[in-house]
């Protein structure tokens, strides 16, 4: 980080955010393929016995497709990994689910929400529409993630409207209907 030049100069600070690549991580989601396709190989020789290919096909594309999404989730920081840019321009966005930046200035910013977790910016690219866009921020993949907030502070001409993280109940009742969730839809299709 830099630090803020004096008043007579032009403001030329800035601020980046890059994704903590943590190789213990990789090692737990390779493991965890590892456990997959270990389990796989275990099952192939009893749904051979049992001569259907329905069951076969269901169970070993299940492990395999399941152990093949655990390595690119472990590879996906070290392939494309997310980062921010604050300065006195603007923000700028690079996502950890898609490869393009994303640039907003602060002239187009109409409103900036900023929590720990998460950074929602509303802004109008084009001045001469009433269309306004929104950027979501999810700040949890970022390295220094406590620093975000008083950077966009510091740097922002406009006052950013600071959100509290939900509560633990709320995280728990949250993650449990969407467990219900996965669980309804696994239902409807396997009938």
């Known amino acids: ?12 600070s800035q601020f980046n955010f890059v994704e903590a690549r943590e190789p213990s991580e990789l090692i737990m989601c390779l493991i965890l393929a590892a456990a997959y396709l270990g389990l796989a190989k275990y099952c192939w020789p009893l749904l051979m016995l049992s001569k259907n290919l329905k069951l076969l096909i269901n169970i070993e594309g299940f492990l395999v497709t399941i152990a093949l999404l655990s390595i690119v989730i472990g590879l996906r920081p070290y392939l494309s990994p997310s980062s921010l840019q604050i300065s006195s321009k ?17 002239d187009q910013v109409l ?24 950027l979501l921020i999810p700040s949890i993949y970022l390295a220094d993630r406590d620093q975000i907030g008083p950077a966009i ?11 509290t993280s ?10 449990l209907v969407f467990l219900l969730l996965v669980i309804w839809l ?4 396997i009938t």
């Open 90 to 106: 603007g923000i700028k966005y690079r996502g950890p689910h898609w490869p393009q930046r994303k640039t907003v200035n602060w």
């Open 1 to 12: 980080m830099q630090s803020q030049p004096d008043k007579g100069e032009p403001n030329e």
């Open 186 to 189: 696994l239902e409807m299709l």
């Open 166 to 175: 939900p509560a633990l109940v709320s995280r728990i009742t949250f993650a």
């Open 111 to 134: 409103r900036l929400y900023v929590s720990e977790e998460l950074v929602i910016v509303l802004y109008r690219p084009d001045p001469n529409r009433k269309k306004s866009w929104y």
């Open 153 to 163: 502070r510091k740097l922002c001409p406009i006052e950013p409207i600071v959100m």
